[in-house]
């Protein structure tokens, strides 16, 4: 059996966002990149709420 490990690398390797491991589903991103997106969505939330008279 392939650990997560060895999937999620392979999975990085070839270029892919998903892979399956286990019969779940994840995603090839890191934590720091995850931090980032995320870090990003509410920098870019925050901006737009700013811009907009509505809120």
């Given at each position: 059996?392939?650990?997560?490990?060895?999937?999620?690398?392979?999975?990085?390797?070839?270029?892919?966002r998903?892979?399956?491991?286990?019969g779940?589903?994840?995603?090839?991103?890191?934590?720091?990149?995850?931090?980032?997106?995320?870090?990003?969505?509410?920098?870019?939330?925050?901006?737009?709420?700013?811009n907009?008279?509505?809120?």
């Amino acid at each position: 059996m392939v650990s997560f490990k060895q999937a999620f690398n392979a999975a990085r390797k070839a270029g892919n966002r998903y892979f399956s491991w286990n019969g779940d589903d994840y995603n090839t991103m890191t934590e720091e990149e995850q931090d980032y997106r995320i870090g990003d969505y509410f920098r870019n939330f925050k901006s737009n709420v700013g811009n907009n008279s509505n809120f």
